[in-house]
């Protein structure tokens, strides 16, 4: 093969990798911005205006973590935008460990999309790419930070993981 044609070829590669890749770690720097305001009850923290949100590092199910949140007048957070998705992401960073790790968001497969438990639109995605994916055709419930920051995964629901509750304050 010419010279060209292989330097041509890891060029392309390079940028394909650039391009695709995925950070694992957080833009510690972005999260200052999303310091949790506390909300009159323990735990809880101020969201987007209208909600309050409390990350549970107890690792459930999918139907058992919105059981969870249910029995505190809450339900597995929806998330609308970017904003709510990275507001999430740090207090889920904030109130864990300080890696990303896969945790549940109240998304979960209705019939060819998907639905939020709470009834709202399900019109913004975070998708890792490839994703959603359906393996195996048992993967109807949606988590986040799947494999880096704030990226969107389809999953089985009785994966047992840490979950995001949201209320109404």
Same mark, same amino acid.
């Given at each position: 093969?010419?010279?060209?044609?292989?330097?041509?070829?890891?060029?392309?590669?390079?940028?394909?990798?650039?391009?695709?890749?995925?950070?694992?770690?957080?833009?510690?720097?972005?999260?200052?911005?999303?310091?949790?305001?506390?909300?009159?009850?323990?735990?809880?923290?101020?969201?987007?205006?209208?909600?309050?949100?409390?990350?549970?590092?107890?690792?459930?199910?999918?139907?058992?973590?919105?059981?969870?949140?249910?029995?505190?007048?809450?339900?597995?957070?929806?998330?609308? /935008?970017?904003?709510?998705?990275?507001?999430?992401?740090? *207090?889920?960073?904030?109130?864990? #460990?300080?890696?990303?790790? @896969?945790? !549940?968001?109240?998304?979960?497969?209705?019939?060819?999309?998907?639905?939020?438990?709470?009834?709202?639109?399900?019109?913004?995605? /975070?998708?890792?790419?490839?994703?959603?994916?359906?393996? *195996?055709?048992?993967?109807?419930? #949606?988590?986040?930070?799947? @494999?880096? !920051?704030?990226?969107?995964?389809?999953?089985?629901?009785?994966?047992?993981?840490?979950?995001?509750?949201?209320?109404?304050?």
């Amino acid at each position: 093969m010419r010279p060209s044609v292989v330097t041509a070829v890891l060029l392309l590669v390079g940028i394909i990798n650039t391009v695709t890749a995925i950070s694992p770690v957080p833009p510690w720097g972005m999260c200052v911005k999303y310091v949790a305001s506390k909300c009159a009850e323990a735990g809880w923290f101020r969201f987007d205006g209208k909600r309050c949100m409390k990350y549970v590092v107890l690792q459930k199910t999918f139907q058992d973590a919105q059981a969870h949140c249910l029995s505190l007048g809450s339900e597995l957070l929806s998330i609308h /935008n970017e904003d709510e998705k990275n507001h999430a992401m740090c *207090l889920s960073l904030f109130q864990a #460990v300080p890696v990303p790790i @896969p945790f !549940w968001i109240g998304a979960q497969r209705s019939g060819d999309g998907f639905k939020f438990t709470d009834g709202t639109e399900f019109k913004f995605t /975070n998708w890792a790419p490839n994703q959603p994916d359906n393996y *195996l055709g048992r993967e109807g419930c #949606v988590e986040e930070n799947y @494999p880096g !920051w704030g990226m969107w995964n389809d999953n089985r629901c009785s994966e047992k993981k840490t979950f995001v509750c949201a209320k109404k304050k």
